[in-house]
């Protein structure tokens, strides 16, 4: 059903996961007219969420650098009222952060009843960043795999839907991305010379996705590991998962308090 979850136990081999994967798409042209249906619908379920006001609705977005975090965000929430929307991008951690257990920063963020929040990255950076550069010992990262997986439940169990996506490029793709940004005048703001540094440890980077989306994929968080080298698709499956599970929660408009037929509205 769901081909770009990870079954919970599932190890995952990222080589496996073609980033290149189009599903049954075509093309653009039938991707985007498929996004902008499935939009229409989100934009409606997001106004059942805030009306029932029942609901807690957490979005995670990680990738490597490029991946496309802003972009989906962009493309896939357009039109959803910024009312009920919050986007969280969390950086390297200030030093009052760091002062902090790892989860302080993030659990401030989390989505309140009848609410979307978007991380643009999040806790996992604890775990991804961190490891690869060895900012934390390996006995404090490890634990931290057990540690987000309680925290999320104590997320679900207390309303809150949680879907993570991992937006799945090629170190190919990441390569054109960067030069597209570098030579593009309206892209180069976000050409930072510190991701070339990043990308040379794209393997170690790899092995940490892999493990973190092995141990933290779980029935009540579960992680999606999305093909992203090609913009139209990537979206579409966000946003397909996305109204999916909203569906799923069976949202209803508040009922009408009785005898409100009667209710004079005053002159
Ligand atoms: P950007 O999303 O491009 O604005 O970059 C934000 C930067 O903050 C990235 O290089 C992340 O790796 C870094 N970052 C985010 N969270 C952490 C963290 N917990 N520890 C260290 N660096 C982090
Ligand atoms: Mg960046």
């Not at 599932?10 to 599903?23: F, I, R, S, Y």
């Not at 042209?29 to 805030?50: C, D, G, I, N, S």
């Not at 030093?95 to 659990?107: G, I, M, Q, T």
């Not at 207390?158 to 090629?170: C, D, E, M, N, R």
Request: glycine share 4%.
């Amino acid at each position: 059903m769901d081909p770009y979850m990870v079954k919970p136990g599932q190890k995952v081999h990222l080589a496996a996961w073609n980033p290149d994967d189009t599903g049954d798409f075509a093309g653009k042209p039938e991707a985007r007219k498929a996004l902008k249906k499935l939009r229409k619908e989100l934009v409606e379920l997001q106004e059942r969420l805030y009306a029932e006001d029942k609901h807690k609705v957490l979005i995670v977005l990680q990738a490597m650098d490029t991946g496309g975090k802003d972009g989906v965000i962009k493309s896939v929430m357009r039109g959803v009222n910024p009312q009920g929307c919050q986007v969280a991008s969390f950086k390297v951690p200030t030093p009052e952060e760091l002062a902090h257990d790892f989860l302080w920063r993030v659990h401030s963020r989390v989505p309140g009843r009848r609410f979307i929040t978007i991380f643009n990255r999040s806790h996992y950076e604890d775990v991804l960043v961190v490891r690869v550069h060895d900012i934390v010992p390996e006995d404090v990262w490890r634990q931290r795999y057990e540690q987000i997986n309680n925290f999320e439940k104590l997320l679900a169990d207390t309303g809150t839907l949680i879907l993570k996506f991992y937006l799945h490029i090629s170190k190919d793709e990441q390569k054109r991305r960067l030069e597209a940004r570098r030579d593009t005048p309206e892209k180069r703001w976000k050409f930072a010379v510190g991701d070339l540094k990043e990308r040379a440890y794209w393997e170690d980077y790899m092995q940490a996705y892999e493990e973190a989306l092995t141990r933290c994929s779980t029935p009540w968080a579960p992680w999606y590991v999305v093909p992203a080298n090609k913009k139209w698709y990537r979206d579409l499956v966000v946003a397909r998962t996305l109204v999916e599970k909203l569906k799923a929660l069976d949202m209803r408009y508040p009922e009408a308090p009785e005898g409100i037929e009667e209710v004079q509205v005053p002159d």
